[in-house]
């Protein structure tokens, strides 16, 4: 039979069971999140790097177009070295927006990680509690009933070894 109290306590562990269960879903889902943002930034990165030489390669085309224009040799002396200057320097912008964006996606997939932990720690914890609410109700209810406490095993191994082999004796009774 179950007590008021025993009742409000059951209450309560389930309580906090429910919590702790929601929390760790809400630290599943923002891992997710994280995780979908981490391919956004990846893509965002690659597209951003993409542009970068695009517009490198476009700059490049006007100056030959300008210098041939003005009848300079283009593959040759400081045209040449105009060209080789414009190319490096756009190769530098997208190698820099690459590590920016290969940082933010390593940060990002670090904290999807995290989250992911924090949720599996989350559901082992709800269900240590529920557990150890469970028991720490059930021991009540026993000592509050006058009986031994549940889950409280008697020993009946001395007494069999005591009597050599016969058994356990009214002194210990079986169930």
Known sequence: MCTPMAAVAGLQVFSQFQQTRAAAATARYNARVAENDAQRARAAGTAKEMDIREQT??????????????????????????QASTELRGEVDALRVRAGADQQVEALTSEAGLLRSRASSLNQAATVGLLGGAASIGYGQSLQSGGRAAGRPRIYADKWYRDHGRGASSEYPVG
Do not use: H, N
């Open 57 to 82: 390669s476009q700059l490049m085309s006007r100056q030959r177009a300008q210098l041939g224009a003005a009848g300079v040799e283009i593959d040759a002396g400081s045209a040449a070295g105009l």
